[in-house]
C-alpha cells in the first residue's frame, strides 16, 4: 500500500517539477533562477514564477480536489455515476460566476476577482441546499432521493444559468461560456492561496473517512452493524467533498471528466480500498490535470485550449483502453 | 370520440397557425419576369425574386418599416436618415438613443419570431447565421437583409448595401465615403511613424489577468489596430478573438497594451488596470503604455467606426493628432 502511494506521489512530483519548464516559450532555469538580473528584467523568471507556476499549482489543487470528491460522491451515494456535479454543486457555482461575469458586477475584493468569489458563493448556497436534504435524509430521505434531488437541483441552477445569460450582452454571454470550459492560467498566487485554506481543511476532514467509506459502499446497514455512525460521516462527508468542489470550481471553471473518471481510473489501478484509493486519486487526479493543462497550453500554438476540452479528449481514450485491458 | 378529438386537435393547428401567420388569403401567380413570383395577400402586394446575391428575398421598392435586431445595423440605419424607418431593434440596440423608445425583438440566439411577424416589417436584418428566423421568415414571406460580420472594409459595403436595399442609396454612399475617408484619415496621419507592437484586450476578469480576451489576426477590431498605426502582436493567429495565456503575454511582450471596455457605468476600469502591473518585463507595462479605451463603438463595427479608429490612432500616435 505505501509503495502504491509512493510510487503515485513520485509521479506527481516529477510531473510538478517537469511541468513549469515545458512552455511555448523557451525559458533557461540558470537564468530563471540568476539573482543578478532585477525580476522586472527578467522574462524567463517572470513566465516561470507569474505564467507557469501558479498555473501548475492550481492544475495541482483542481484535480486532487475535484477526484477525491467524485471518490467520496461515489461512495457514499453508492453510484458509480456519482461526480462532483451530482448535487448540483458545479452548477451553482458556474451560476455564480455567470451572475457576475453578465451583469458586470466586476469589483475585485482584496485583489481577488468578484468571479471565483461569487462562484464559491454559489456553491455554497449549493451546499446549503445539499445540508438541507442531508438533514431531511435523517429522517428516512433515501440515496435515490438525495439523487433525484441533486439532478433537479442541477437542472434548476442550469435553468437559471440559461436564463441570466439570456439577459446579458451577447460579449457577456462568450465571456461565460469561455469560462465553463475552464482555465488554469490564474496569473497570480492570490487565487491559488485562498483556495488552499478549504481544499486542504476539507482533505483532512476526508482523510479520517476511508473505513467508513469502504463499508458504506457496502451499505449503511453494513455500516452500521460495525459501529459507524453513518449520519454523523455522511454529513462530514457532503460538506468536504461540496468545499472541495466548490474552490475546485471556483479557482478553475467547471473542469469536466476528472470528478467522475479519475476515480474509476485510480480503482482499476489500485482496487477498491479507500485508504490507497483517496491518496491515490488526489495525486492521480492533481498529476492528471498539470499533464491536460500542459497539453492544453502547448499543443495548439499561442491560442491554446480550453483545459476543460482537453481532459475529456486525453482522458477518454486512456480509461477505455484501461477497461479493456483489465476485463478481456 | 376519436374522430371529435382529432377534429379539436387538427381545427386548434389551424388556429394557431392562423394567428402567428396572420394573411387571410394567399395567392401564387407567375407574372412576365422569368423565374419570379407575385405574392397577393389580401393587404398588400409584394414582388418576390428568388435569391441569387445571398441576400435573402429581395423586395424592389424601399423599405419603409424596418426591424433591425443588430446593433451596427441599427446605427447605420440611422446615420443613414432611415431611423425614422425603423420599427422594432434587438436586444442588444443602445444607440442612438432613439432606439430606447422602439420595441425589443429579441438578438442572435433568441429572435422573437412572433413579436417581429406582429410588427408587419417590410424588411427585418438579420445575422446571416441565424438560419432558423431566415427559414421562418420566408415562411412567412417577409424579406430580409442577411448581415455577416467580417472585416473593417466590408462595413462600408455593409452600409452601401443596406442603404440600396432601403432605398436611400445616395445618403448611405455618403455616409461611407465619410468614414473611408475618416479611416484614409487616420491611416494618412500614422503614415511612417514608428508602429508599436500592441495587444488589443476586449475582456477579462476584473482585478485579475484571468480569461483575458484579445482581438486576433482577423475581424474589425485587428483592421482597426492596423488602420491606426499598431503592429497586431496576435496578428498571425487567424481568429477573430483569442484567449490569450500570460505567458504567451510575457513572451510576445507587447510595447502597448489598449484595454478597450465597454459596459456603461464602468467606473473602475481605470484603476482596474493595475492587475497588468504582475506582467512587469513586458515593455508596455514597464513603459506605462497599458491604455483604457471606454465606449461601446469599439466593439459595434458600425458608422462610429471611423472615430473609433481615430480614438486608437490617437492613444497609438499622440504625437501625430496634435
Known amino acids: ?328 | 370520440m376519436r374522430r371529435r378529438a382529432l377534429r379539436t386537435i387538427v381545427a386548434a393547428t389551424v388556429a394557431s397557425l392562423a394567428a402567428v401567420f396572420p394573411v387571410r388569403s394567399v395567392g401564387l401567380q407567375a407574372d412576365g419576369d422569368p423565374g419570379s413570383v407575385r405574392l397577393q395577400a389580401d393587404r398588400a402586394t409584394v414582388r418576390l425574386k428568388p435569391d441569387t446575391t445571398n441576400r435573402g428575398t429581395s423586395t424592389d421598392g424601399g423599405a419603409h418599416r424596418i426591424i433591425s435586431i443588430i446593433p451596427a445595423t441599427t446605427e447605420m440605419l440611422f446615420a443613414m436618415g432611415a431611423g425614422d424607418r425603423v420599427v422594432a431593434v434587438g436586444s442588444y440596440d443602445r444607440f442612438p438613443a432613439a432606439v430606447e423608445q422602439l420595441p425589443r425583438v429579441g438578438a442572435l440566439l433568441d429572435p422573437n419570431v412572433e413579436r417581429i411577424l406582429s410588427l408587419r416589417p417590410d424588411l427585418v436584418i438579420v445575422y446571416g447565421t441565424q438560419n432558423d428566423l431566415r427559414t421562418q421568415l420566408d415562411r412567412a414571406r417577409v424579406p430580409y437583409f442577411p448581415y455577416v460580420h467580417r472585416g473593417l472594409p466590408d462595413i462600408t459595403q455593409t452600409i452601401r448595401a443596406v442603404g440600396d436595399r432601403v432605398g436611400v442609396s445616395a445618403a448611405a454612399k455618403t455616409l461611407a465615403d465619410g468614414i473611408e475617408k475618416q479611416l484614409a484619415d487616420v491611416r494618412a496621419r500614422v503614415a511612417g511613424a514608428a508602429r508599436p507592437k500592441t495587444l488589443l484586450v476586449f475582456g477579462r476578469e476584473s482585478g485579475s489577468l484571468r480569461n483575458i480576451e484579445a482581438s486576433g489576426g482577423v475581424g474589425f477590431l485587428h483592421d482597426m489596430l492596423e488602420t491606426a498605426g499598431g503592429i497586431d502582436i496576435l496578428g498571425d493567429l487567424k481568429q477573430q478573438s483569442v484567449t490569450l495565456s500570460t505567458e504567451v503575454v510575457l513572451a510576445r511582450a507587447p510595447d502597448v497594451i489598449l484595454e478597450l471596455r465597454y459596459a456603461r457605468g464602468d467606473t473602475t476600469a481605470a484603476s482596474d488596470l493595475r492587475a497588468w502591473d504582475a506582467l512587469a518585463s513586458v515593455p508596455a507595462v514597464k513603459n506605462r503604455r497599458v491604455l483604457l479605451l471606454q465606449g461601446e463603438e469599439f466593439v459595434v463595427p458600425g458608422p462610429r467606426v471611423g472615430a473609433a479608429t481615430e480614438r486608437l490612432g490617437r492613444a497609438l500616435h499622440p504625437d501625430r493628432f496634435k
Open chain 1, 1 to 328: 500500500m505505501a509503495a502504491t502511494i509512493a510510487g503515485f506521489g513520485a509521479l506527481t512530483l516529477l510531473v510538478c517539477l517537469a511541468a513549469p519548464l515545458v512552455g511555448t516559450t523557451s525559458i533557461h532555469l540558470a537564468r530563471v533562477f540568476d539573482r543578478t538580473i532585477p525580476f522586472t528584467d527578467n522574462v524567463d523568471a517572470q513566465v516561470f514564477f507569474v505564467a507557469r507556476l501558479p498555473r501548475v499549482l492550481a492544475a495541482i489543487l483542481v484535480g486532487s480536489s475535484l477526484a477525491v470528491a467524485g471518490v467520496v460522491f461515489q461512495a457514499f451515494l453508492r453510484n458509480p455515476l456519482a461526480s462532483p456535479d451530482t448535487l448540483g454543486l458545479s452548477t451553482g457555482a458556474t451560476l455564480g460566476a455567470v451572475i457576475v461575469i453578465t451583469f458586470h458586477i466586476d469589483t475585485a475584493v482584496f485583489g481577488i476577482s468578484a468571479v471565483p468569489i461569487a462562484s464559491f458563493l454559489g456553491a455554497a448556497i449549493a451546499l446549503g441546499i445539499v445540508w438541507a436534504m442531508s438533514v431531511a435524509r435523517r429522517h428516512g430521505t433515501s440515496t435515490t432521493v438525495l439523487l433525484l434531488a441533486g439532478v433537479a437541483l442541477s437542472a434548476f441552477f442550469g435553468a437559471l444559468n440559461r436564463l441570466v445569460q439570456v439577459l446579458g450582452d451577447f460579449t457577456d454571454t462568450f465571456r461565460s461560456i469561455r469560462w465553463m470550459m475552464g482555465s488554469l492560467d490564474v496569473g497570480s498566487y492570490t487565487d491559488v492561496a485562498v483556495s488552499f485554506v478549504p481544499i486542504t481543511a476539507a482533505l483532512v476532514a476526508v482523510a479520517t473517512l476511508p473505513r467508513v467509506l469502504d463499508l458504506v459502499s457496502l451499505g449503511t446497514a453494513a455500516a452500521e452493524s460495525r459501529g459507524v455512525d453513518v449520519r454523523r460521516a455522511e454529513r462530514l462527508a457532503l460538506v468536504s467533498a461540496s468545499v472541495l468542489t466548490g474552490s475546485a470550481v471556483s479557482l478553475g471553471g467547471p473542469i469536466p471528466f476528472v470528478g467522475i473518471i479519475v476515480p474509476h481510473i485510480v480503482r482499476l489501478i489500485v482496487g477498491a480500498d479507500h485508504r490507497v484509493v483517496l491518496p491515490a486519486a488526489a495525486l492521480f487526479g492533481g498529476t492528471f490535470l498539470v499533464l491536460c493543462d500542459l497539453l492544453a497550453r502547448t499543443a495548439f500554438g499561442a491560442a491554446g485550449m480550453p483545459v476543460g476540452a482537453v481532459t475529456a479528449l486525453l482522458g477518454g481514450p486512456f480509461f477505455l483502453w484501461l477497461l479493456f485491458r483489465r476485463f478481456r
